[in-house]
């Protein structure tokens, strides 16, 4: 029997989450670990591992000092330095600045998903980190 | 244009529908929510959330039309209720059962459709979450399996409401 691949999926809006997450499970695809919020996808990831992440990433601040929050991207990343498994992550973003596509370079995000978000295209995207995670597994 | 038989338990289907008393109730945020999301999910310009009553289809949802109902003989979804799965039809125009449909041939201009019946517990099915769109199309597995969960939320809110109304 192959491994269940879990996926954590953190989108504030309420129907895109539940979309993906209920049919990724009807299809057999993976299951998918709902999270409204960061605060909560933080709780979650410090309880259990993930095969990857699809994360919408919010400004924060405001002015000059408003940013993407990647605080959870990091906090991810530092855990797989713990096991010694990077773990694919993708974005949800308003728009692909200049910055933060350093930003995410930086962190080696997978993909970067930009307005409007689909089901449909989330759940490609999960689907995908399958293939990474079994070309990973391969000697 | 082929009239959808009647299904064979139509007195047990009404009596659901007719319990639910949802019918003619004003526009509710859950359900048309859910169809303003498939709309733009599937890039499609009509959504509706059907309810096939004895003699007409009744929309508790929509998007894309002006009008709440039509008459059940040429209601698509008064086909798409015969069976479980979801029925597609990729060009209206081309299926021997819709090409004279007036909902094909009028103003509506459906070309291609899909609807996701709505099955209740008790193995009535309702009405419909159907896509309509003006050109040829068809649906892969992946959007199967999305429009799927979305008929699921809907009928996860008509339960509630039976459960509402004590029917549970």
């Given at each position: ?139 | ?48 959330i059907t309810l096939v009553d004895a003699e007409r289809q009744w929309f508790k949802a929509s998007v894309g039309v002006e009008i709440c109902e039509t008459g059940r003989d040429v209601s698509l979804c008064s086909h798409a209720i015969l069976h479980d799965d979801i029925m597609v039809v990729p060009d209206a125009r081309l299926d021997p059962r819709f090409a004279d449909n007036p909902l094909v041939t009028g103003d509506l201009g ?59």
């Amino acid at each position: 029997m192959p491994e269940t691949m879990h996926i954590l999926l953190v989108e504030p809006e309420t129907l895109l989450r539940r979309t993906v997450s209920m049919t990724a499970r009807s299809l057999g695809m993976s299951q998918v670990h709902e999270a409204a919020s960061t605060d909560v996808a933080l709780r979650m990831a410090r309880q259990r591992t993930f095969h990857g992440a699809v994360i919408a990433v919010e400004c924060v601040g405001s002015g000059a000092g408003r940013r993407y929050d990647l605080g959870l991207i990091d906090e991810l990343r530092a855990a797989e330095s713990e096991t010694g498994r990077p773990m694919p992550i993708a974005i949800l973003a308003d728009q692909a600045t200049p910055t933060l596509l350093a930003e995410l370079r930086e962190r080696r995000i997978s993909r970067v998903i930009l307005k409007p978000f689909r089901a449909k295209v989330l759940l490609e995207t999960i689907a995908g980190f399958g293939g990474q995670k079994g070309a990973r597994n391969e000697p | 244009m082929q009239v959808a038989p009647t299904p064979d338990n139509e007195a047990d289907r009404l009596a659901a529908l007719h319990a639910l008393l949802i019918l003619d109730t004003p526009p509710e945020q859950r359900f048309d929510k859910i169809a303003r999301f498939a709309a733009s999910e599937f890039d499609v310009p009509v959504v509706l959330i059907t309810l096939v009553d004895a003699e007409r289809q009744w929309f508790k949802a929509s998007v894309g039309v002006e009008i709440c109902e039509t008459g059940r003989d040429v209601s698509l979804c008064s086909h798409a209720i015969l069976h479980d799965d979801i029925m597609v039809v990729p060009d209206a125009r081309l299926d021997p059962r819709f090409a004279d449909n007036p909902l094909v041939t009028g103003d509506l201009g459906i070309r291609f459709y899909a609807g996701a019946p709505l099955s209740m517990a008790c193995g009535v099915r309702l009405g419909t979450l159907c896509l309509i769109d003006r050109q040829p199309r068809t649906l892969d597995a992946l959007e199967l399996g999305i429009l799927g969960t979305l008929r699921d939320l809907v009928v996860m809110e008509l339960k509630g409401q039976a459960a509402g109304n004590g029917d549970a």
